[in-house]
């Protein structure tokens, strides 16, 4: 039984090392090696469409219609598609009053969330590219223009661009996860392809998009650009395209919205099982390093805590013991930061807050997701810009 409880311990925590910490190096020096070009025209400029589910926007809605029609980026190559999912606010007379014909409404006839908005809506663009955006995502002048330039190459099927967030508060953690994720997406697209995007500006070709599952919940930015690889298509994420977006300061919120995105990660895992098959090559390689080790981590993390006091019972100065020590200081310290909220302590309180909500999101799948309507994130509509 011993040799059991050791053999699970080692591998859980081996797990959690090798993707924190041993898969960005190797995949450091696999990009290096094996790393391909992507065929790039600047002066490229497919029709596209951008589209903007929303649902109860109306404090935002102007500023990203403004936003868009400001991109630099040939007028009659552009078109706009709002699609709302029956909001309740003044966001239909805002978007139906904006004096720009290039703009067009879809309301759904009952409410259905983000995926049967783009599921319906989708089917009536003829845009070669569809570029997916958020509310409250604002485009730099020549981010759509960096976005669609490496769609010259006919092995791309699709582009993700960078999402930097504005906050009054600078906040390290958050700074570090988003420079660790942007990296990992850009080495990854080396290789072959970013296996996500940042849900507030990505694209595809048109002819690429498949119908998502009704009930796909906060998961668009994965499911999509994974259906692009399964038709033998690249994904490449661009960092020259840039937007910005407002980041909320609430942590109740930000905790809420990530236990969402949890839930959604666990069903997208079942429903892209096929690519834990190793002769996907390196899109296997990276989603199952990138993705299904860091959603299994709470786990794999709680697995070899509990291996370790059961290893280590009754002597503290064992190395097993010595973990488990270890893992219940580093949840005090998170925890200090709710009392004396010190940046220092932010970086652990951070990562602890998040595994939190990839567990509880694991148990909001498994009760059963039927809907994936969403609410509208608080925001702070005073930091909001057109950039």
Known sequence: MIIVIKLVFWTSLALVVYSYLVYP?????????????????EAYRPSIAVLVPVYNEEKVIRAKLENITALRYPSDRL??????????????????GFPDNRVHLWIAPARGGKTEVLNHMIPLVRADILVFTDANTMHHP???????????DPAVGGVAGLIKHQSRKKELAEVLYRSFESNQKFL????????????GFYSIRRKLFKPLPYNAYSNDDVLIPMNVIRQKYRIIFDPEAVSEEDMTESIAHEFTRRIRIGAGNFQAFFWLLDFLNPLRGWPWFCFF??????????????????CGAALGLGDCRSMYGAFSLGCVALTAIGLLYRVIPLRVLRPPYYFMLMNA???????????GIQSAAWSRTERDADKLRSV
């Open 289 to 306: 390093s990138h993705k299904v080790t860091r959603w299994f981590s709470p786990f794999l993390i709680g697995t070899a805590f509990l």
């Open 357 to 367: 909500a990839l567990a509880l999101g694991f148990f909001r799948f498994c009760a």
């Open 142 to 152: 020549d981010g759509v223009e960096k976005l669609v330039r490496s769609f010259a």
């Open 188 to 199: 990854e697209s080396r290789l072959h392809s970013s296996i996500s995007a940042f849900g």
């Open 79 to 96: 078109e706009i598609w709002i699609g709302s999912d029956c909001s309740t606010d003044t966001t239909h007379d805002i978007v139906q």
């Open 25 to 41: 190096v190797i995949l450091s020096l696999a990009a290096r090696i094996f790393g391909r070009s992507v065929r790039r025209d």
